[in-house]
């Protein structure tokens, strides 16, 4: 059993990532040539600095990173240009904490487990989850899906299966 990675750093950018109320007028620009995940990708990997989008900077890295396709798609639109790219800190650890809060919120895991692995507090996550609709409509990654919470073998049944209802 594949079990979620421990900390909110570990965790991947959600391939189905959306703009959310961290992104930047930027931001949201580039997700409309590339797509939101490869936007975060990019701002993962350059966030904070300046990059001049140049053929052979375009060609090289940005094609390892974002593929070929999404690669030529920044060159032909910011051509030549210096694109100062923001942190994106808050939109990232947004994005990720997604699929964390979705778990909880469909019992596949714990509030307790979730404010591990997010690195925050308990009182956070239970405002996250009670005054936030984080993590609605966001499905589960196959890892916590395929990972049911146990129930404690020393606790006892409160009611028996086989007792009439009174």
Avoid: C
């Amino acid at each position: 059993m594949n079990l979620p990675p421990l900390t909110i750093d570990e965790l991947p950018i959600p391939a189905d990532a959306t703009p959310g109320p961290y992104w930047t007028q930027q931001m949201v620009e580039m997700a409309g040539h590339i797509g939101p995940y490869l936007t975060l990708v990019l701002i993962d990997r350059y966030g904070g600095q300046q990059l001049s989008i140049t053929q052979a900077f375009a060609d090289g890295p940005l094609t390892v990173l974002l593929g070929a396709t999404a690669a030529a798609t920044l060159r032909q639109v910011y051509r030549g240009e210096r694109l100062f790219l923001p942190t994106g800190k808050k939109a990232i650890a947004y994005a990720k904490r997604q699929p964390i809060l979705a778990a909880v919120r469909a019992g596949l895991m714990t509030g307790q487990e979730a404010t591990r692995i997010l690195r925050t507090s308990r009182t956070y996550v239970s405002h996250l989850l009670n005054e936030t609709a984080e993590g609605t409509g966001v499905v589960p990654p196959p890892e916590f899906r395929a990972r049911r919470r146990s129930i404690d073998p020393r606790q006892i049944d409160m009611f028996d299966d086989d007792q009439p209802a009174a």
